[in-house]
């Protein structure tokens, strides 16, 4: 009986936790899109994602997925743009100069700021690559219109 009582209270906590997360990524959803003429993101591939061990929960955890398709029905009822981006190479481009870090160069995850050999300005990863993903969003946009 113990143990129908403990699979009952794992049962109701998922749930909850599951309804908080939906709820988060309805309420940040709206507010991008409501607050921003275009909203831009990279398309993520989750199923490669997984494959590193070490983030794998962490990624699955996040519902990545069902944030992006809450966004892509959202703008429809908003009239707002969404677009999505090729994710190579967003994190490893100098935005300012368009050098890519390939070779000894390239980043690794536990690089979180470098300075471009090429230009020289400092970048922190996060920052650098929204800007990438931004201006391809703009050029994808643009194109599409």
């Known amino acids: 009986m ?45 199923r ?19 944030f992006l398709s809450m966004l892509t029905y959202k703008v429809a009822l908003y009239g707002k743009n969404f677009v999505t981006v090729d994710p190579r190479n967003t994190t490893q481009t100098c935005h300012a100069c368009g050098h890519i870090m390939s070779g000894k160069e390239k980043l690794t995850l536990k690089d979180r700021e470098w300075i471009c050999p090429k230009c020289g300005i ?9 800007k990438n993903i931004l201006a ?3 050029a994808k946009f643009v194109s599409m219109h």
């Open 48 to 66: 490669n994602l997984l494959k590193n061990h070490a983030l794998a929960m962490s990624i699955q955890d996040n519902g990545w997925r069902m």
């Open 122 to 130: 400092h970048h922190i990863r996060d920052v650098n690559a929204a």
């Open 2 to 46: 113990n143990v129908e009582k403990q699979r009952l209270l794992i049962a109701r906590l998922t749930a909850q936790v599951m309804q908080r997360r939906r709820d988060f990524l309805h309420r940040t959803s709206a507010t991008l899109i409501k607050n921003h003429d275009l909203v831009a993101a990279e398309e993520l591939r989750s």
């Open 136 to 138: 391809r969003a703009k």
